[in-house]
């Protein structure tokens, strides 16, 4: 499927239909609710050894890393991955930031010498993302939708930026599955709302399934 570029800065959320889409958005919380829990409960094996894997590397560290991100309607919330960097990651942002790859509001470095070995790892295959799985069972996410940004970023959005804000985020979505991380942030905002103007219940089981292809395949995470 190609994803071209007629779309950029062109789609325009239409707020009044995505207030009315009520048997769509019943549908896909149900469907988040139960795949969530399932998922959670037949990917413990996994969760156990990324701990392990987490643990030998750094005994001292947490296994878990939670922080701050804005939701729907940049309603705050905790969201959880594995942890795939250094402890101290957060404080060293700002001494790195001088190498930030991307234009625009959010950081992003290939050879980031905050990640740790099972972190690249982890990362490569989405692996550190899994306890987000809590997340949708609390109703904070979706399995599908825009990722959701820091703070500190959306203090930089436009108002055309901002209009990823208007659906729940979700743990993988539609610049996940194709640039992943080769996206910057204007074409990671392009897809968002290319998949915002486009979700559907088939459109998110699609893109669900690319999603499962990346863990196996891994298209360019870092």
């Not at 930031?97 to 470095?109: L, R």
């Not at 809590?134 to 959005?157: A, C, D, I, K, T």
């Not at 436009?158 to 080769?182: A, H, I």
């Amino acid at each position: 499927m190609d994803y071209g570029e007629e779309h950029a800065e062109s789609i325009v959320v239409d707020l009044d239909h995505e207030r009315h889409r009520y048997m769509y958005r019943v549908v896909k919380r149900v469907f988040d609710f139960v795949a969530s829990l399932l998922g959670l409960i037949l990917l413990s094996p996994v969760f156990l050894i990324v701990a392990i894997a987490i643990k030998l590397e750094d005994p001292k560290g947490s296994i878990f890393y939670s922080q701050i991100r804005l939701g729907r309607q940049q309603r705050p919330f905790k969201m959880y991955k594995f942890r795939s960097m250094i402890v101290n990651a957060d404080k060293l942002l700002k001494k790195l930031a001088d190498q930030n790859e991307v234009d625009g509001a959010m950081f992003k470095i290939k050879r980031d010498p905050r990640v740790t070995n099972v972190g690249r790892f982890i990362r490569k295959h989405s692996l550190d993302e899994l306890p987000q799985l809590m997340n949708v069972l609390l109703g904070q996410m979706s399995l599908v939708g825009p990722r959701p940004p820091l703070p500190g970023e959306v203090v930089n959005y436009t108002d055309y930026d901002k209009q990823r804000l208007f659906v729940k985020p979700g743990c993988t979505g539609l610049w996940q599955v194709t640039l992943r991380s080769e996206a910057d942030f204007e074409e990671m905002v392009r897809l968002d709302l290319e998949y915002i103007d486009r979700r559907g219940f088939w459109f998110d089981l699609y893109v669900l399934i690319r999603t499962i292809v990346v863990f196996f395949k891994p298209n360019g995470a870092y």
